[in-house]
């Protein structure tokens, strides 16, 4: 991508009609593409574009190692 911000709807479509066509055939390019178009024409959620984008661009990227989810528990005394 270079750096550069995919901002509105318009920024997203030129940016998948500029890949090449081995990558454009990628599934996940065309299921960014899916729902790109409901978005577009349909008035669907733009969280839809924004998901199926993210995904399409992050794709064969090992996702960051998060660590533990929780802290621990701390050691409570029960007093009577």
């Known amino acids: 991508m270079g750096g550069r911000?995919?901002?509105t709807l318009?920024?997203?479509?030129e940016y998948i009609a500029g890949l090449p066509k081995?990558?454009?055939?990628?599934?996940?390019?065309?299921a960014a593409v899916e729902a790109l178009i409901l978005v577009?024409?349909?008035g669907g959620p733009t969280m839809f574009a924004?998901?199926?984008i993210m995904?399409?661009?992050?794709?064969?990227?090992?996702p960051p190692d998060a660590g533990p989810r929780y802290k621990k528990a701390k050691?409570?005394?029960v007093v009577r």
């Open 5 to 7: 911000k995919l901002v």
């Open 10 to 13: 318009r920024d997203a479509g």
């Open 22 to 30: 081995a990558e454009h055939d990628a599934p996940e390019w065309q």
């Open 40 to 42: 577009a024409e349909s």
């Open 50 to 52: 924004r998901i199926g």
């Open 55 to 62: 995904r399409a661009l992050n794709r064969g990227k090992t």
């Open 75 to 77: 050691a409570y005394r």
